[in-house]
Each structure stands twice: as structure tokens, then as C-alpha cells.
């Protein structure tokens, strides 16, 4: 039987980590219960808010508690709020730049704004980027700002390019958006196990939310039917959907293989945000574990002598030997290379050019690579030129790694 934690816990988190407002009242809004279980490393949910503010009047309420603020007013039959109200209500953060006269937004990266930041002028219509020390007018013009007692006023209408809903009626002004929250309840595991299995809990707005794996040479991609086909995975919707508070939630599973060491995996969704997952895989007899295959197919276009294990213990400066014979007959080259990839900063990354090493008239090849650092490698095997498609359609493609742990050198004992 799951073990259902209350949302005090979650709430608890959520602030320790900074993700929610340090303001009172503001966090108590956001601890809505959760129905987290134990084996849910993440949850995605939202956090509805809402503003309203009279003509006039120099206060506002935010989910309920007064502030004073600068009034709401209206100039030529339009509305216009302080700038400053962005960073009342925990959607922004609002700077002047003295250099340029501008007033700039930087927007927190939990509300559904679609840009990151934006700068206005006083007395303009336009609304500017800033790059490199230079503003540039964007093409799409909005009522005229201005200025009021020190503070830069601009337009109601500019609300629905923030995700905000505003109606207006009898001089009354309301605002609803929802804040994202994406919050990693397990960031990190350690197993022993070939596989992981651990699940999610989804509000629905957020849409699917699938597990990626990382490829080991610079990317990330499904483990469910993605380009690397050996880290099998397998997801599933776990009971039918949980109505809690007017939300509707959804639980997701996902069983992932792991490459020994480090495994960086992110639950992602399509445009709403993502959590990253660290799983630290113990391997207990190295000899067991094979040599990992970009594809199932793979296995038919290589085959390795040397070595004879997918995971190498090895001292820094020592050779590491790879032999075998590349069974692809459709190939436009005539060499493999050995690339080796240093896990970095919770990534593997590049770190060592190539070595190419060139096939022999019977298609076999043997060389090595030497790492001189301590440290968690992936040495990826890439092909000869095979057809990749597109408008250069020859090309070298990951077949395969081996993953290495490189431990220091011995002292010679004098």
C-alpha cells in the first residue's frame, strides 16, 4: 500500500529550496494538498493567484491580502497599472537602467511568460529587447507608457502576452494566472540494479511528461522509442486520474536501464518546464556488464574482441585496447574512431579529439585510447560514414560505449 505524505512536507521543501515567494501569505496559498507517494521522485502542479484592484485606489488585494501599492488608472480610454505591480505579485523582478532611461522586467521562470525579459521606455509605444549594450524596438506597438509620481505605467492590454486573465467591470480590475511548480522530491538515487523504476505525479495542465535519458555524447533523448534503443523504457499511467481541490493529477511510471555510474535523466514536458533525476548505478562485478549498443541493430554492424566487458576499472595514463570487425557492408569510409566523453557538471562532455583509427582490407581495426585524468568517462565507438539521410546523407554515427572509471595513479613506494 503507497504511503501518502501531506502537502506540509512538499510545501516544506518548496520553500527551503526557493522555489516558492519568501512572502507569508503568499507561500500559505501554495500548500494546496498534494497526493505525493513515496516512490515519486517529482511533481509537477500549479498554483492559481489572483490580484484585483480598484480604479483609484492606492491598495491591491493579492490572494486576498491588502498591499498598497500606486493606484490602477486610465489615460485616452485605456488602463494602465504600475510596472512595478509584476514585482508585487512575484512575476517578475522590475530594475531601471539609468544608461538607457529604460525600465526592465526579468520574469520568473515560473509563470507561463513566453520571453525572459523585456524592457519599456517612458512615453513609447514600442516594447525593446536588449543584447550586446543595444535596445531594439520590437515590431508590435502598445498604448503609450508614462510616468506618474516616479513610477512607469503601462498598459492593461499587455497582461495576455504574460499568461495573465484580466476582466474589468465597474471599475473593479481581477487577474488570475497560475504559477508552475516542478519540484524534484528524489533528485538522486543509488542502486545496484540494472534498472530503476520510479514514478511522477502530474497535474494535467502540464500535459505528458516523459523520462530522457542522457545519449552520452551530447544530448538527451526518450528512453520510450528514442534513438538510443538499449536504454529500454518502459512508462505507464498508474490508476486512473486523482481529482484533489479541483486538480486532476496523473501518475506516471517509468522503468529505465542504467549505464554503470552516473545516469542523468530529466522527466520532461513539451513546453511546461522539466526535473532532472541523477541515479548513480554501483556495478559489483564489471566482467557482467556488456558493451552497451546504440541500437539492438548495432550488434550486427560491430563486433568487439577487445575488450570483452562494457565497463573498464583502469588507472589514469593507462592504455585501453578496442579491437574488432565492422560487419556493415553499406559504409563510405574506411575508419572507426574512439571519442571520449568526461562526466561533468551532472553531463557527459567531449573532452579528447577523436582518435581514428583506420579498418583493415578485412574490416577489422585495433587501437587505443588513453585518459590521464581520474574521473567517470564514456569512450563512444562511432562508425565509418554510413547513410544518416538528409541533405548530406553519409555520415559517423554513435554505435556503441564503454564506460570506464579512471582511478589515480599508484605511487611508486621509493
Known sequence: MRRIFVSLLVSSCLLISGLLPTALSYAENSTSN??????????????????????NKSSLSLDFVSIKTAPLLKRNNHLYFPFKWLETAHLATIKWDAKTGSTWAEFNTGNSVPFSSLRLMPNQSKIYSYF????????????KTFMKNGQLYIPVSFLSKMGIIYTWNNGIMHWTWNDKIIKALHPTYTTDKENITFSALVQKEFGHAYLMVNTGDGGMTSSIGGSI??????????????????????????????????NPLEIHTNDKGSVKIMVHRKVLNPSSVPIRYNHA??????????PSQGYLRVKAGDSIAIAGVVMDTYIQSNEVSFGVAAFQNGDFVEVEKKTVIPLKQDKSFSGSVVIQKPGTYLVNILSPDVFVGGSSP??????????????PKTKKKP
Open 297 to 306: 541493430g548495432n550488434e550486427q554492424d560491430i563486433r568487439f574482441t577487445k
Open 132 to 143: 550586446d549594450g543595444k535596445m531594439t524596438a520590437l515590431d508590435e506597438s502598445i498604448p
Open 34 to 55: 498534494l497526493p505525493v507517494v513515496v516512490e515519486d521522485a517529482a511533481v509537477f502542479y500549479l498554483v492559481p493567484h489572483q490580484l484585483t484592484a480598484e480604479l
Open 229 to 262: 534503443s538499449t536504454f529500454k523504457g518502459k512508462e505507464k499511467n498508474i490508476g486512473k486520474p486523482i481529482i484533489m481541490n479541483g486538480q486532476t493529477f496523473q501518475r506516471i511510471e517509468y522503468s529505465v536501464e542504467l549505464r554503470p555510474g552516473p
Open 394 to 407: 553519409y555520415g559517423s554515427v554513435k554505435w556503441a560505449e564503454i564506460a570506464v572509471e579512471v582511478l
